[in-house]
């Protein structure tokens, strides 16, 4: 009897303890791994693409995959607004691509960077280099150009009976028959009309948009720029991949050498005429921005210094060659250009952003340069002009008013009263308003909510989503979440920090840290918002067991220029400086390993990596730096020479701040990465790091992504990128 009892007892027991195994097998979360971050579907989810407003606001147009009988198709769709029903406009997959510009049976036909016409009836895009429009009324694909060139930068004039274009460095554009216009004829190599060069494009307009040219309202005009590179040295970009390998010479000025001569022209569609505008920016001063004013026969010309010092509105009447100075913006340091402008379409008035008083904010003028009044007024930041509605007189704009860690609508009347806050959740809002100003599309997330796509009347009443909501899968991670939190130094300075924990953190255990760094200037990684595919590779290291750390040193965007300006003229110093500040906070947590820290970043993230590792090297054990600057001299004049000025002018400081000249202290271990065709920070960079550390006779790694941007782009690098950064942390630190 006692021995049948031990049997009883012995299978209850083992039964309960299957069970309990059961149940926490059930209970295990999944581990991240850098392949499944990377991987499709996008774990944040996939918000569609090229989403854009029809001219007449009813409706929000976008491309979305979507599976149809077993295969993935792309849709062009449009929801209607204010209800939000979809409507499929057709299947951009099953146009027949034209045979000449077929590369194999499985090409697709693509809409990719579309643009509507004005009455939103038409949209015009670019397929393997040649402009196509499609009708949405009749479901009508036309081919509009066949050459063996390249069109680029197509737009529509705003009454849509033309498209503009550029061609081989010249402007070109041609009407609905058909029938195409030669703008200018003397594009070159050298010589660029309505296209931005690299350091254009990269340093003063918008990162990926090269069209420089504006369209008048009545589209009997088109203004343009001229650049002329002739005199900005070349440098060369190598592929090494194909047998003979090639070259491409890019014209890309360092600090301290010639810029691009630039000047603005117009051609007038009546007279044929070509105009050029004077003054004109040689090489010693810039063309920041370029608008029509409503009459269609005067421009809004900033003109910025090459110090950057100053910026001036001109209006020019193009037909007249007159020009007058309207306003002028100084500093002691440097003057910032933004896009937060508006000129009136029915008053004679214009919204004008300023820093003079410390903070970006809103003001209005008359036409004659002379103050209305300021709409906006506080010791927060105004980060994006959203919209004027001119018939209710009131101006949307997004602003850091509630949270230097957040961002979030507003509106104010035209004379600067009334003040709203139109966005309630808290995190980071960025919006899109509908031409009509009834509505508005909010993205939005937080550091545990993904981006999503909402969209809102003007008062912020919520309507619809847009978005594609996340995979399930996001939630079944362990995912451990930010902490956002302010330190203050023994120095009294206080800074916006972030922290991540490994998982099931145990304050009595002792952690590594690694620091994301960024650092440089008019940039915040401390945000209430998603992270994206780096967070979760930040949180695939906590749960390997790091604590991730980020500071937001001063430099950074967000605190005004008190917060901003002490970095003018010596970039790298006083940022190492807080970087170092933020050890020191670490080094006092009881939970940190003192001995075991390491810091990476990308780019100035990547800069600042290789001055922490070569300057501080008793402070940090490991450090990446991913297409790091090696010297600034290395590196564009219109960004460099804004914070830095030109390397005769400060020579000590172009010194002190470049990593090449403290390689010999080195002691941690370093991984040195870039892509080989980075026409931003030239591959230069690690090559001469690389060697004056062999010289140094210092042992380090070097991994080179052929062929690869500053971005590093694509799934099987991204992925083998992130693997190696996990493999040499866990090796070193």
Request: net charge negative; hydrophobic share 35%; glycine share 8%.
């Amino acid at each position: 009897m006692k021995t049948l009892r031990g049997v009883v007892f012995f299978l209850i027991a083992a039964i309960g303890c299957s069970l309990a195994i059961a149940a926490s097998a059930q209970d295990k979360k999944p581990t991240l791994t850098v392949e499944r971050i990377y991987a499709d579907p996008p774990l944040s989810g996939e918000l569609p693409d090229r989403i854009l407003w029809l001219p007449d606001s009813k409706g929000i147009s976008y491309l979305i995959e979507r599976e149809i009988d077993g295969e993935k198709k792309t849709l062009f769709a449009i929801r209607d607004v204010p209800f939000g029903e979809e409507k499929i406009i057709c299947i951009p997959d099953t146009f027949a691509v034209p045979e000449d510009l077929k590369k194999s049976d499985d090409d697709k036909f693509s809409f990719g960077g579309y643009i509507w016409s004005e009455v939103g009836r038409m949209i015009v895009f670019r397929h393997k280099g040649d402009v196509f429009t499609f009708d949405r009324t009749t479901g009508t694909l036309e081919r509009r150009t066949q050459t063996e060139d390249t069109e680029t930068n197509v737009t529509f004039s705003p009454d849509g009976s033309m498209v503009a274009y550029t061609r081989e460095n010249d402007l070109y554009m041609m009407d609905l028959d058909n029938r195409e216009r030669r703008i200018t004829t003397t594009g070159a190599d050298t010589l660029l009309n309505g296209i931005l060069n690299w350091v254009y494009m990269e340093e003063l307009f918008t990162r990926g948009n090269r069209r420089a040219y504006w369209w008048a309202p009545n589209s009997r005009a088109i203004a343009f720029m001229e650049l002329n590179d002739g005199s900005v040295p070349e440098f060369p970009l190598v592929d090494l991949i194909p047998t003979h390998g090639s070259v491409e010479m890019q014209r890309y000025p360092k600090a301290g050498d010639p810029n691009p001569r630039v000047r603005v022209g117009v051609y007038d569609l009546e007279s044929e005429e070509l105009y050029w505008i004077d003054p004109l920016a040689g090489e010693d001063a810039y063309i920041a921005r370029v608008y029509w004013l409503s009459d269609s026969k005067r421009l809004a010309i900033e003109k910025l210094n090459r110090d950057q010092n100053e910026l001036v509105l001109l209006f020019a009447d193009y037909r007249a060659g007159a020009w007058e100075q309207i306003l002028t913006e100084t500093d002691s340091t440097w003057v910032s250009v933004d896009y937060m402008k508006h000129y009136y379409e029915t008053k004679s008035r214009f919204v004008w952003t300023s820093e003079r008083d410390g903070y970006a904010q809103l003001y209005l003028y008359n036409l004659n340069g002379k103050l209305i009044r300021r709409l906006t007024n506080g010791p927060w930041e105004v980060v994006a002009l959203d919209g004027v509605d001119e018939k209710q007189g009131d101006i949307y704009y997004t602003a850091l008013e509630k949270s230097l860690l957040e961002r979030h609508l507003y509106k104010v009347s035209e004379k600067g009263k009334k003040m709203r806050r139109l966005t309630q959740l808290s995190g980071s809002h960025a919006v899109r308003f509908s031409p009509d100003h009834r509505f508005y599309i909010d993205y939005f997330s937080n550091t545990e909510t993904p981006t999503q796509a909402t969209v809102h009347d003007a008062q912020g009443k919520h309507l619809f989503k847009l978005w594609e909501d996340p995979p399930e899968e996001l939630a079944s991670y362990d995912l451990p979440a930010p902490e956002i939190f302010t330190m203050t130094s023994v120095q009294g300075i206080s800074y916006q920090c972030s922290m991540i924990k490994p998982t099931h953190f145990d304050p009595g255990k002792k952690y590594p840290v690694i620091i994301y760094t960024y650092g440089g200037p008019n940039a915040q990684l401390v945000r209430n918002r998603w992270g994206g595919s780096l967070y979760l590779w930040h949180a695939m290291m906590a749960e390997r067991g790091y604590i991730i750390f980020s500071l937001d040193n001063r430099g950074a965007f967000g605190k005004g220029r008190i917060w901003e300006n002490p970095i003018y003229k010596r970039l790298g110093q006083l940022e190492l400086h807080d970087q170092l500040a933020g050890v020191d906070y670490l080094k006092s947590l009881p939970f940190v390993d003192a001995s075991r820290i390491g810091i990476w970043g990308w780019s100035y993230g990547g800069y600042m990596t290789c001055l922490a590792l070569f300057k501080t090297p008793d402070v940090f054990k490991a450090g990446a730096a991913v297409a790091p600057v090696a010297d600034f001299r290395l590196y564009d004049t219109i960004y460099t020479e804004r914070y830095m000025k030109r390397p005769e002018d400060n020579e000590e400081a172009y010194n002190e701040g470049a990593p090449i000249n403290f390689v010999e202290n080195l002691k941690g271990a370093f991984l040195l990465v870039h892509g080989t065709a980075d026409d931003n920070v030239h591959m230069q960079s690690s090559i001469v790091l690389a060697e004056k550390l062999i010289e140094a006779g210092k042992d380090f790694d070097l991994m080179l992504y052929p062929g690869k941007m500053h971005g590093i782009r694509g799934k099987a690098a991204r992925t083998h990128l992130f693997n190696k950064i996990t493999t040499f942390f866990e090796e070193n630190l």
